[in-house]
C-alpha cells in the first residue's frame, strides 16, 4: 500500500472502481443510548477499538439535533455560519444505510460533542496509525463514502472514503485522511472544514 498527498479535485477526474467504507450500523448508532453505548457494534484493530460503520447521528452528544443540509443553499449556508451540518450521500436515505452520513467539520469540532458517550474522533496521527493496521482495508474497505464539496456538489460515493480526523489546521482547513481501492493507495488531505467527509469512531 502506498501513501500520497493529492487534492481532492484531482481524485474527482481519475476513473475509478471501487469498494466503500463506514463506522456504525445506522439502526444502532442513530441516536444511541446516551448512558449505555455497549449495543454499538464495534472491531479491534491494533489494539483499538473503532466503530464498525461510518457515524450516522443526527443529533450531539447532549440530544441537541444536528442541521440536516439537503440543498445546496443549505450546506453552503452552514458552511458560513460555521455551522455543524450532516447530509445523506445525494441527499437519499439509502445510501445512508450503507455509507452513514456526510458531515463538515464545523460538527467534528462542535463543543457539544459529535462522537456518542465514550468514543471520540481520531487525530490525525491515530488515524494515520488505523490505516496502517493490517485489518484496515479488509474491514472497511468495502464501506466507501465519497464527499460532498463545499458548493454542495456530491462525489465518488464507492469509489473513495475519506474521513474527517479531529486535528484542525487553521480557522478554515483541517486534516482529513482518505482511501482509495482501485489503487491501493491512501491520501492524505488538508481540507476547507466546509466540505462533507464521513467519520470513524474510537473508543
Given at each position: 500500500?502506498?501513501?500520497?498527498?493529492?487534492?481532492?479535485?484531482?481524485?474527482?477526474?481519475?476513473?475509478?472502481?471501487?469498494?466503500?467504507?463506514?463506522?456504525?450500523?445506522?439502526?444502532?448508532?442513530?441516536?444511541?443510548?446516551?448512558?449505555?453505548?455497549?449495543?454499538?457494534?464495534?472491531?479491534?484493530?491494533?489494539?483499538?477499538?473503532?466503530?464498525?460503520?461510518?457515524?450516522s447521528?443526527?443529533?450531539?452528544?447532549d440530544?441537541?439535533?444536528?442541521r440536516?443540509?439537503q440543498?445546496?443553499?443549505?450546506?453552503?449556508?452552514?458552511?458560513?455560519?460555521?455551522?455543524?451540518?450532516?447530509?445523506?450521500?445525494?441527499n437519499?436515505?439509502?445510501?445512508?444505510?450503507?455509507y452513514?452520513k456526510l458531515?463538515?467539520?464545523?460538527?467534528?469540532?462542535?463543543?457539544?460533542?459529535?462522537?456518542?458517550?465514550?468514543?471520540?474522533?481520531?487525530?490525525?496521527?491515530?488515524?494515520?496509525?488505523?490505516?496502517?493496521?493490517?485489518?484496515?482495508?479488509?474491514?472497511?474497505?468495502?464501506?466507501?463514502?465519497?464527499?460532498?464539496?463545499?458548493?454542495?456538489?456530491?462525489?465518488?460515493?464507492?469509489?473513495?472514503?475519506?474521513?474527517?480526523?479531529?486535528?484542525?489546521?487553521?480557522?478554515?482547513?483541517?486534516?482529513?485522511?482518505?482511501?482509495?481501492a482501485?489503487?491501493?493507495?491512501?491520501?492524505?488531505?488538508?481540507?476547507?472544514?466546509?466540505?462533507?467527509?464521513?467519520?470513524?469512531?474510537?473508543?
Amino acid at each position: 500500500m502506498q501513501t500520497i498527498l493529492q487534492s481532492f479535485g484531482f481524485i474527482f477526474i481519475m476513473p475509478i472502481v471501487l469498494l466503500t467504507f463506514s463506522c456504525k450500523d445506522s439502526t444502532q448508532i442513530n441516536n444511541p443510548d446516551p448512558v449505555d453505548n455497549d449495543t454499538i457494534s464495534r472491531i479491534t484493530l491494533c489494539n483499538q477499538s473503532v466503530m464498525k460503520m461510518n457515524l450516522s447521528v443526527d443529533r450531539y452528544r447532549d440530544g441537541t439535533p444536528i442541521r440536516e443540509a439537503q440543498t445546496n443553499s443549505d450546506w453552503i449556508d452552514a458552511d458560513a455560519k460555521g455551522e455543524g451540518a450532516w447530509c445523506y450521500y445525494s441527499n437519499n436515505s439509502q445510501f445512508g444505510v450503507t455509507y452513514g452520513k456526510l458531515y463538515n467539520w464545523h460538527a467534528v469540532n462542535n463543543p457539544k460533542g459529535l462522537a456518542p458517550t465514550g468514543w471520540r474522533i481520531p487525530t490525525d496521527e491515530e488515524l494515520d496509525g488505523l490505516m496502517n493496521c493490517t485489518d484496515f482495508i479488509p474491514k472497511f474497505g468495502t464501506l466507501l463514502g465519497g464527499g460532498r464539496y463545499p458548493d454542495g456538489m456530491f462525489l465518488n460515493r464507492g469509489q473513495i472514503g475519506i474521513w474527517w480526523t479531529s486535528t484542525g489546521v487553521s480557522t478554515s482547513q483541517a486534516k482529513a485522511k482518505g482511501y482509495m481501492a482501485s489503487f491501493g493507495i491512501r491520501m492524505n488531505y488538508t481540507e476547507m472544514k466546509g466540505r462533507g467527509f464521513s467519520i470513524l469512531c474510537i473508543k
